[in-house]
């Protein structure tokens, strides 16, 4: 299985910060990464697929980057309905794995 | 708008079964893959199989080949997780999603989920 590793695993930000996340595949998976959001007992929200495409309807202070085995999610300006927890997925072989989650905290 | 509505979860002892329902809706349900995602109470997200638009193919997570058969009806728009038998490892919440784009032979990216239901496996 493709192992997907995110760091952080949390993070402390205020209002108006950029935040960046990496996330790390075992090996390559060409573009197919995907970036969710999830807010305590909500379902995930897809943010960013194919490494880098927005979302319809998702915010553009959200960007991805990257490809093969290291990818980017990237929060330009932090606004307070931002903190959650963000997960990473490879969509490139079965079985679809994602990152353990990096959850992003009010400073 | 896209809709879909997990059903059926509930507690069930080891080596029970449950039948889950996604009903879908609001979308052209025949030209999606279904996938049925899970996340244990505290812990990550964990892909568990998917259906491709037609029905034609399957794939499974290797904890639950054997256990549990994922089958869709494209004339009633729903998916069905069929679990059985049950483990205490199985305790989740599940989630019904449908794939970013259609026609996708394996599947893509999760673009649409349900509220999910939740699956207790308890002695």
């Known amino acids: 299985d493709i192992q997907m590793t995110q760091s952080p695993s949390s993070v402390s930000a205020s209002v108006g910060d950029r935040v960046t996340i990496t996330c790390r595949a075992s090996q390559g998976v060409g573009n197919w990464l995907a970036w969710y959001q999830q807010k305590p007992r909500k379902a995930p929200k897809l943010l960013i697929y194919?490494?880098?495409s927005l979302q319809s309807g998702v915010p553009s202070r959200f960007s991805g980057s990257g490809s093969g085995t290291e990818f980017t999610l990237t929060i330009s300006s932090l606004q307070p309905e931002d903190f959650a927890t963000y997960y990473c997925q490879q969509a490139d072989i079965y079985p679809y794995t994602f990152g353990q989650g990096t959850k992003l905290e009010i400073k | 708008q896209v809709q879909l509505v997990e059903s059926g979860g509930g507690m069930v002892q080891p080596g029970g079964s449950l039948r889950l329902l996604c009903a879908a809706s609001?979308?052209?349900?025949?030209?999606?893959?279904i996938h049925w995602v899970r996340q244990a109470p505290g812990k990550g997200l964990e892909w568990v199989a998917f259906?491709?638009?037609?029905?034609?193919?399957?794939y499974y997570a290797e904890s639950v080949k054997g256990r549990f058969k994922i089958s869709r009806d494209n004339s009633r728009n729903t998916v069905h997780l069929q679990m059985d038998p049950l483990r205490l490892e199985d305790t989740a919440m599940y989630f019904c999603?449908?794939?970013?784009?259609?026609?996708?032979?394996?599947?893509?990216?999760?673009?649409?989920w349900g509220q999910g239901t939740l699956v207790t496996v308890s002695s």
């Open positions: 999603a449908k794939d970013h784009e259609t026609h996708e032979p394996k599947g893509d990216f999760f673009s649409s």
């Open positions: 194919a490494a880098s």
């Open positions: 609001g979308f052209a349900f025949n030209s999606y893959g």
């Open positions: 259906i491709r638009h037609d029905g034609g193919d399957e």
